[in-house]
Each structure stands twice: as structure tokens, then as C-alpha cells.
């Protein structure tokens, strides 16, 4: 995954195999533990716009503690198991790339065949948390096909440059994953239901592919040389600018429309006077770098995309408990 590390590392400077034992940090850090919070925000607020929102059949979700521990343990082994698929898939991608040279299998950290099994022991776990919704059969018949497609999204780089997209999808999930943890079989039953979680997915996708399109023009020379597909490699610097623009632009389009198309849900003018907010930061995301200056593109990612998911969270929980 198009992760950022904490700087660019010089070819001259990058670190040979260490030969030590990695430990808990390590194996946080190998899957970007902290940047759960760009997905686990959006989980959260479709929690609340489900328990918020009365069912197709006219009566109320129902709030067990054991549905929110499941929604937490699959969030987290979810995104572990795909993040450490990626590290295991690209570690020779990574070994020769001077940025990615310090990451935790090229240096030596931790072996192919330990990260492997670490991969193989989440994907158990989020399949094993999905029982904890049961008698809600809806979660567990989807745990096999939504790991898949999370961590195809390591392979989709070597044959499409829509690569961007899949990873964006793959985070979008997690409020539709969510809402149907709460709600159960009827959203699949009266798919209108799904229409809330849907658009926010679609404000999701538009939004890390625009920002991850953007975080990959470090790479740009990098995938032209190794035959890897990306946007700035195929379009251009440019080119890549502008096309994470106008996945932006249906990002916020998606936002503004929600408390609309999805008339059931109790978002309103909080969540309107946030998204005006989220519009700033937005376009500030934009100013901290171009395509001949990336050197802010950490503060641009990370912090930037940070605050928004967390104001979005903050704005919508406001609204359907007020």
C-alpha cells in the first residue's frame, strides 16, 4: 500500500539487514498501525447512523456490546492482514525501491515466512470475529470475499493503474461492513436500505484514491522503470494532480449529497457545517504540494487526511445523537 514512511531515504543511506529481533513496535509499524484512523472513522459513523436509523420494517436496531467489540476486531485484523500481505508481496519491490528500502522486510526485521504466518493469523481472526454478530449470517458469508479483494489490492499495481481505486474501495468497505454488522440480513433484503452507507463508501473511495494518486507521484520514476502501473506513471505529475482533484471534488459532492439522498438518516446542518471544513482542508491538502514540490506530502497525507476523517466522525455522531 501506498503508505507513507517518515521521509524519503537516500539510496546511499539505506539500511542493510539489521539481523535483530523485531518486537511489538516493529510489528506495529510494519502494518501502519496509527493509520487506522483514515478507515476506522468511517466505521464508527455508519455504527451510529445505524443505530440511529429505524429499519425498513418500521422497528430499531438493536445495540450489543459484542457487535461493537466484533466491528473493532474486524476493523483491526482486516487491515492487518492486508497490510502485512503488501509488505510480504512487495518486499523485493520494496528492497529495490530507495524510498521503501528501510521497511521492516528489506532490512531484516522480520523474515518472509514470519510475516507470512502473521498475514495467514489475521485473516483468521477477522474471519473468526465475524461470528461474534451471529445470528446476523451476513457478516461471516462476506468475511472470505471482502479479505480477498483487500488484499488483491498488493497485486492490482502489477496489471492496472486503477490501482488507486481498489485501494479506495478497499477502505470504503468498512462503513458498509459496519452497518450491515448492525443491521443484519434485512439491508440485503431491502437493498434501499444500503443507500447511506453507500454514498458514504462512495465519499470514502473518492477520497483515499485521490490522496493515495497523489502520495504515489513519490514513486512515479520507480513504477516507469519496473513496469508497475500508477497514475503518475501512466498521466504524468500533472496529470496525477488533476485527476486526484476531481476524485476530491465527487468525494465532497458525496458528503454534501448524504444527509439528502438518505433522507432516514438524522445527518443535518452539523454535518453540513462540517463538510464546509472538510472543503478547506481539502483544497489545503492540495497548496502543500504540486507536482514539482512533494516535500510537504507527509503533513498533506497524514495530518491533513487525519483531521478530516475525525471531523467527519465528530460532526456525524453530533448529529444523529442530538
Known amino acids: 500500500m501506498n503508505q507513507p514512511d517518515a521521509s524519503p531515504v537516500d539510496p546511499s543511506t539505506a539500511p542493510i539487514a539489521t539481523g535483530r529481533r523485531g518486537g511489538i513496535s516493529d510489528w506495529l509499524g510494519l502494518i ?21 436509523t429505524p429499519l425498513p420494517t418500521g422497528d430499531w436496531p438493536s445495540l450489543r456490546l459484542r457487535d461493537i467489540i466484533g466491528i473493532l476486531l474486524c476493523m483491526v485484523t482486516a487491515r492487518s492482514a492486508a497490510m502485512a500481505f503488501n509488505r510480504w508481496a512487495d518486499r523485493k519491490l520494496d528492497a529495490d525501491n530507495p524510498r521503501t528500502a528501510g521497511r521492516h522486510l528489506p532490512a531484516g526485521i522480520f523474515s518472509p515466512a514470519q510475516v507470512a504466518w502473521f498475514t495467514a493469523l489475521c485473516v483468521l481472526g477477522f474471519v473468526a470475529s465475524t461470528l461474534l454478530f451471529w445470528p446476523n449470517w451476513v457478516p461471516l ?19 492496472t493503474s486503477a490501482a488507486h481505486l481498489w485501494l479506495g474501495i478497499a477502505l470504503s468497505l468498512s462503513p458498509v461492513c459496519a452497518w450491515v454488522a448492525i443491521r443484519g440480513p434485512v439491508s440485503v433484503t431491502h437493498p434501499i436500505d444500503l443507500v447511506s452507507p453507500l454514498v458514504l463508501a462512495l465519499a470514502v473511495a473518492a477520497w483515499v484514491t485521490g490522496f493515495d494518486i497523489v502520495y504515489a507521484c513519490q514513486d512515479a520514476d520507480f513504477d516507469r ?33 448524504l444527509p439528502f439522498v438518505a433522507a432516514s438518516t438524522p445527518l443535518g446542518w452539523t454535518f453540513l457545517a462540517g463538510m464546509a471544513v472538510v472543503v478547506v482542508l481539502v483544497v489545503r491538502q492540495h497548496t502543500l ?15 491533513t487526511n487525519a483531521m478530516i476523517s475525525l471531523l467527519i466522525l465528530v460532526v456525524g455522531v453530533v448529529d444523529c445523537l442530538t
Open 32 to 52: 501502519r498501525f496509527s493509520h487506522t484512523i483514515f478507515a476506522l472513522p468511517f466505521a464508527a459513523l455508519a455504527t451510529v447512523m445505524a443505530l440511529s
Open 141 to 159: 458469508a462476506g468475511s472470505v470475499p471482502v479479505i480477498l479483494f483487500l488484499c488483491g489490492y498488493s497485486l492490482a499495481k502489477r496489471f
Open 225 to 257: 522503470r519496473t513496469g508497475l502501473h500508477s497514475i503518475p506513471a501512466r498521466f504524468g505529475m500533472t496529470g496525477a494532480f488533476r485527476i486526484a482533484a476531481a476524485f476530491h471534488i465527487v468525494m465532497l459532492v458525496a458528503l454534501f449529497a
Open 289 to 303: 504540494v504540486n507536482p514539482d514540490d512533494l516535500r510537504r506530502i507527509n503533513e498533506a497525507f497524514f495530518q
